[in-house]
């Protein structure tokens, strides 16, 4: 089973700040997951990305596939970024099944 | 993107009585849906792989006669709590994924305390 481990845990920053969050994971997977979730708990679905970058907006996913990892970066971070961040990979190579970090929350401060 | 919706978003019902969940995708066809449970401060667990058509499959320790699972169309799942208890109570969320292996899509959750 994929072990998928998200850091930091919590993150507090500045309005503005560079904001990036790492995820690693076990097993080879075809594509990993990030997700947002809001403090009322509805998720949402930000990227799914088997190589490189995608962008969209303020937001930066990256993954490395050989190291087995992937960051997500908010560039100029606002206050509505606030949310638990959660990364999610397949629990084995070709399995939709999904293997959640424990989530990274931010919290940016006006 | 795709949008998945779940009703009710939140539900307060007295122990031993049934609750009804629905997840339905609106603009696309997905047959396999996926049901997860969250605990406060925690990840979320995949409780059932819901196949449109054909009968769900649990994950180890869920009870299948306690959460049935049903996907009779390729827009709509319901995970229905069976005589609830107080430690039903939980937020759960269904995810639906996109044909050929696509991107899951998440539903905004239902909150179920049960009293």
């Known amino acids: 089973k994929n072990e998928v481990e998200q850091s930091p845990q919590n993150l507090t920053a500045q309005e503005g700040e560079f904001i990036t969050i790492n995820c690693s994971y076990s097993?080879?997977?075809?594509?990993l997951h990030w997700l947002q979730q809001h403090p009322g708990g509805g998720i949402v679905s930000l990227f799914m990305?088997?190589?490189g970058k995608k962008k969209h907006g303020r937001l930066i996913a990256t993954i490395n596939i050989q190291e087995k990892h992937s960051s997500l970066h908010i560039t100029a971070s606002h206050p509505r970024d606030s949310a638990v961040y959660i990364c999610?990979?397949?629990?084995?190579?070709?399995?939709?099944?999904?293997?959640f970090g424990t989530g990274t929350r931010l919290t940016i401060i006006p | 993107g795709a949008v998945v919706s779940q009703h009710p978003s939140r539900v307060i019902c007295k122990s031993g009585t049934s609750v009804k969940i629905e997840c339905r995708s609106l603009?696309?066809?997905?047959?396999?849906m996926f049901w997860y449970r969250q605990f406060p401060k925690k990840s979320l667990m995949l409780m059932a792989t819901?196949?449109?058509?054909?009968?769900?499959?649990?994950e180890q320790g869920v009870e299948k006669d306690k959460f049935l699972i049903n996907h009779a169309s390729l827009t709509l799942s319901t995970l229905t709590v069976t005589s609830a208890h107080p430690e039903d109570s939980s937020f759960y969320i269904c995810?639906?994924?996109?044909?050929?292996?696509?991107?899951?899509?998440f539903g905004p959750g239902t909150r179920l305390t049960v009293t």
């Open positions: 999610a990979a397949p629990s084995n190579f070709g399995n939709e099944k999904l293997t």
């Open positions: 819901s196949n449109e058509g054909s009968k769900a499959t649990y």
């Open positions: 603009d696309f066809q997905a047959t396999t």
């Open positions: 990305l088997s190589s």
């Open positions: 097993v080879g997977i075809s594509a």
């Open positions: 995810s639906a994924r996109l044909p050929l292996w696509g991107e899951q899509y």
